[in-house]
């Protein structure tokens, strides 16, 4: 008689998902110059500079995770999505590592983020080799034209997304020129959106899935990316230091454009929140202005919204019980992340 | 009665493919976010900062030619390697914006390189865009798979000869940790001839020619980029600044570890030579040195030699007659420039 067991845990789908990748995605690495293959290797936590090995935070590993359970969903073995569970994690470092020399962020998962580490250039060097193998991992995959022209798809939004919050910067809170709501979805779903999207949909088509499925799962992840990105604005506000490993008030300090800042501004309440958005040190006066005046309600509904919005499309497609199961599980669990 | 034409010059041979290039260049890089697009243009000389139009001197389109020549190579019209020649001259520009961020250098074609105009962030995301775009144009065109396959494996080259190039720096004129000349030509295959080869070989492919031709082309290209690493490396120490848009002693002045320098030190007549390339201010004795100890003429010998394999190898290969001739007579250029 076989006990009943309990639906995994998405903590128990991650490890499940990064126990099947990480060989791998070691395996691309070590591929590399190894000067880079230890840039790289830095950065998923496997070592330290110099190339002594750590067990350091890596990411989450959501991206690998939708990438196994797109092709279980598909019907498939979650093996067939490794090829793409790779390159999205690739690419997706890549773009963490230009991303922190954009920004100037210096830390990243409480080290040093790589340019602080190994210099500028040497960084820039590494984002572009872990760019390459990643577009060289899924040419060499079955399906090779189809899957790489979804992953540039997907680059170029991200491309797009990263410009567009970067030009942010430069406008003003109020007035003709600043930054709408659609302004700041459509940079979400692309920053973070087409990643996990293309994420889904590239393991969905290499675990056999037909168009409809694989785009429905893009869709969904993109609608994940905004719900993500939106607890993001929210944690980077009133998160716990201790929690996220981001500074307290850091978005605030830094009068990025997020959302809960956005939803505030268009409120009669927010009287005043310019110029305090503009006054250096006085981040925890503006947060409680911006929740007074419901700029973290407005962002957390938008988010259920978006969760809500990812769940519909996965119920209507076409999916493998289990792995659909799975990624709702999954899904839940971002989009509810410390709130 | 028809005249007898001379056959065309280089400068005609590249101005005609340049030609056929750069509708679908322009039209591609229209594609991108606009802030991404104006910098691109700008790199590529069509645009000041600002986007008010220029005709700025661009790069010479020797990548571009080869692709389009690459396929009349194989007996097929030049169009069918326009997608080939735009994937390379992205990934060309890509490389020059990135890698004047890793090398410091603040001028390119005699205006301030990307990263001096519009900041390091900037020059680091429209780099990544133009690479993204080289990879969607290759893998929209067809034969996707096969040609992005060809591209990706020339990336990971690029990246190897740079980082190699970087590494360089930190290793001394002498000794047993002294760079070799093995090593040096390993990184100039990787750095310049991973992507002359592949531009040939991409527009070979797509020309339908088969495995073998488009191999021959690749080597005779990545042989060609060494011969060209050379001369730069020649023009580096003793060209002449108006002509070259390099500072006199630039080379020296940054220690770097080119081929005659390389070469001298291994002959007799170098006596002081490490010394003297580690003294600030004395470029033009230490240029003198390297010149009485060889490194010159070395240099130049080994671009011979470079350029006769690459000539070889375009002989042997069943290649269309008018493009051969064609291809024959840019290596000659291009190795023969003003020395």
Do not use: N
């Not at 962020?105 to 409480?110: E, G, M, Q, V, W």
């Not at 993500?228 to 990025?256: E, H, M, N, S, Y």
Request: some cysteine; proline content about 6%.
């Amino acid at each position: 008689m076989t006990a009943v067991q309990a639906p995994p845990s998405a903590p128990e789908v991650l490890g499940r998902c990064r126990g099947l990748v990480q060989p791998a995605l070691r395996e691309a690495v070590g591929r590399l110059h190894p000067w880079v293959a230890e840039m790289a290797g830095y950065s998923f936590g496997w070592c330290e500079v110099g190339g002594a090995p750590a067990a350091a935070p890596g990411g989450k590993g959501v991206r690998q995770a939708l990438s196994v359970l797109g092709a279980e969903a598909a019907g498939a073995d979650g093996a067939a999505g490794v090829p793409a569970a790779v390159a999205v994690e690739l690419v997706h470092t890549f773009s963490l590592l230009h991303d922190d020399i954009m920004d100037g962020d210096a830390t990243r998962r409480r080290r040093p983020a790589v340019w602080k580490a190994y210099g500028t250039g040497p960084a820039v060097l590494a984002g572009d080799a872990l760019f390459a193998l990643a577009v060289e991992t899924l040419a060499t995959a079955p399906q090779g034209a189809g899957t790489v022209r979804l992953l540039s798809a997907a680059l170029a939004d991200l491309v797009r997304g990263q410009a567009d919050d970067l030009l942010f910067a430069t406008r003003p809170w109020t007035g003709p020129e600043r930054v709408t709501a659609d302004e700041y979805r459509s940079m979400a779903e692309g920053k973070t959106g087409a990643l996990l999207g293309c994420a889904a949909a590239l393991g969905a088509v290499l675990g056999g899935a037909g168009e409809g499925t694989a785009d429905a799962l893009d869709r969904a992840g993109r609608h994940l990316g905004i719900a993500f990105q939106l607890v993001d604005d929210v944690l980077g506000i009133w998160g716990d230091p201790a929690v996220t490993g981001k500074p307290v008030g850091g978005d605030l300090r830094q009068r990025k454009k997020t959302y809960p800042v956005l939803a505030a501004l268009d409120s009669p309440a927010a009287r005043g929140l310019p110029e305090l958005l503009d006054a250096p040190g006085r981040e925890a006066e503006a947060a409680a202005l911006i929740d007074a005046a419901g700029g973290r309600t407005a962002a957390l509904t938008q988010a259920r919204a978006h969760t809500a919005t990812a769940r519909a499309l996965l119920s209507a497609a076409p999916l493998a019980t289990e792995a659909a199961g799975q990624l709702v599980q999954l899904l839940d669990h971002l989009a509810g992340r410390q709130l």
